[in-house]
């Protein structure tokens, strides 16, 4: 099933493995993607879509150091000549927007981070020295919320500039839309906080303002129930999620993309509340191959592998034939140079296949 195509909004997939978003730390100063990035996910434009890293939306939007972004001009072109090189090697690639909300720090970003309430999120942070506590965030207001909801849009706006066949919104993971759906980011008193109603109101509006920019088919969102990261706590997330899935899905965005973490229950109940295309990312499968087909069979349309793209730029060919995979070395995963990043050998030269 795993070499089914499938089809995406306009795009035909030619199997069913999506390259998931993965943060790299290694964009020029100004938030501009560089030649290298551009070979690196040409390189794995067999997959059937990737998402690319984290972007931010905004200059406010970024936490970690040397991540991209798309709100200037001149991230526009540079992410232009990665959808080019991606389309001239035959792909198919959506960027991820990501506002990273209270998770940053000034001295990777020059301002203090923003979240919907004034709470410290996450412990430490990678900064230029070093390692930091992270600092109290700063509280959006109201007014800032809503014009948050428009950077978004006008980053899926500038994503279509740059050539990208389309956006994943970073929902996951306890960054800003995560932390909008919380119980401990999200203190807030105004409509975009309390019941579940109001926590749940900036990823619709946003999922919204973004679909009337580009159009649903293009729009896809990315949610993690449960995962906990940055010390998010979500105890009524039977609630929230269905109650989200449901509003996202009367948007008719493209995809859904679920992290398996809300536990048997709750993601079937997700995977059953979806129209349209899923795709899962199973962060504890140790078995590529085996659980993708599983997946698959349990009801998923596409699999998301993260490490596994990141060390085989040739992985779905490598899963075809029942090759060996290269490992992925997580000390190169943030920041660097091309080790790490785009020499990570295809088959051809595997030396158990050479
Ligand atoms: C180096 C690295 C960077 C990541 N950056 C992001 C990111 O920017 N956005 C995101 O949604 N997930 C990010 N993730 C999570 C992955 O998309 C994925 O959910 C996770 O690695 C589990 O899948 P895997 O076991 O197939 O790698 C990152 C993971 C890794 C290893």
Do not use: C
Not at 9 to 14: A, E, Q, V
Not at 71 to 86: C, F, I, K, L, S
Not at 139 to 162: C, I, K, M, N, Q
Not at 329 to 350: E, I, K, N, V
């Amino acid at each position: 099933m795993l070499f089914t195509p499938h089809t995406l909004g306009s795009l035909r997939l030619p199997n069913r493995l999506v390259m998931a978003p993965m943060t790299r730390s290694r964009a020029y100063v100004a938030g501009i993607p560089s030649p290298l990035t551009a070979l690196y996910y040409a390189q794995r434009a067999s997959a059937g879509l990737i998402v690319t890293e984290g972007v931010q939306p905004s200059a406010v939007g970024q936490g970690y150091m040397n991540t991209p972004g798309l709100h200037t001009d001149e991230q526009v072109a540079g992410w232009r000549e990665v959808t080019d090189a991606v389309h001239a090697a035959g792909g198919r690639i959506v960027a991820q927007i990501m506002h990273a909300g209270g998770v940053g720090h000034p001295d990777n970003t020059g301002h203090l981070p923003v979240a919907p309430s004034a709470v410290r999120l996450g412990e430490q942070i990678f900064t230029p020295a070093g390692l930091q506590d992270t600092p109290v965030a700063v509280e959006l207001s109201t007014t800032e919320v809503e014009a948050t909801v428009g950077d978004f849009a006008a980053a899926a706006r500038r994503a279509v500039d740059a050539g990208f066949d389309g956006v994943e919104l970073h929902g996951a993971n306890g960054y800003l839309i995560h932390q909008f759906l919380s119980q401990n980011a999200n203190l807030r008193d105004d409509r975009y906080g309390g019941s579940v109603e109001g926590r749940i109101r900036f990823a619709v509006e946003t999922a919204k303002a973004v679909a009337d920019e580009i159009g649903p088919s293009r729009v896809g969102i990315r949610l993690s129930p449960r995962n906990g990261a940055q010390g998010l706590v979500e105890e009524d997330a039977h609630e929230v999620y269905p109650a989200l899935v449901s509003e996202l899905a009367g948007l008719d965005l493209v995809y859904l993309h679920l992290l398996a973490t809300g536990g048997a229950e709750l993601d079937a109940r997700i995977r059953d509340l979806w129209p349209n295309t899923l795709i899962v990312n199973d962060p504890t499968a140790t078995d590529p191959a085996a659980s993708a087909e599983e997946r698959l069979r349990w009801g998923a349309h596409l699999v998301a592998l993260g490490k596994s793209f990141l060390a085989n730029p040739d992985l779905p060919v490598r899963l075809r034939v029942g090759a060996p995979l290269n490992e992925a070395d997580l000390s190169t995963a943030f920041g660097g140079d091309h080790r790490g990043y785009t020499d990570y050998p295809t088959l051809a030269l595997h030396p158990a296949v050479a």
